[in-house]
């Protein structure tokens, strides 16, 4: 029987770092409790978790903020070659870039603390 069938743990895995990244892990090694690799890297990768965010909603809400900064954009050009935009529009459209900017800080807060809770 060959000698590596005896062994508890028979399967192997080959990690590679840059010389940075082995620099960190030999560091983080070093604070732990573990005294080699192998043992560190098992149980650092069995107890871990994965951490997966879903953006897909921000790529929405991303676009949908680009097309208002295109409306804003045109109405701008026209005001602009016209000079026919009154204070009270142009009031009412730094309003609603207001209320942009607020539901996408909303948003994007209410995503970063869905990803930190997973």
Do not use: H
């Amino acid at each position: 029987m060959p000698e590596n069938y005896k062994r508890e743990r028979p399967c192997q895995k080959l990690v590679r770092f840059s010389y940075e990244e082995l620099e960190f892990v030999k560091r983080k090694i070093q604070a732990s409790p573990f005294s080699d690799f192998q043992n560190f890297a098992r149980v650092a990768i069995i107890s871990s978790e994965i951490k997966v965010v879903d953006y897909s909603q921000l790529a929405g809400l991303n676009r949908q903020i680009q097309r208002i900064g295109n409306n804003i954009n045109q109405v701008a050009k026209i005001a602009n070659q016209s000079e026919a935009i009154s204070s009270e529009e142009l009031a009412t459209l730094i309003t609603q870039l207001d209320e942009v900017k607020k539901l996408m800080i909303g948003t994007l807060q209410s995503e970063i603390r869905k990803g930190s809770a997973r």
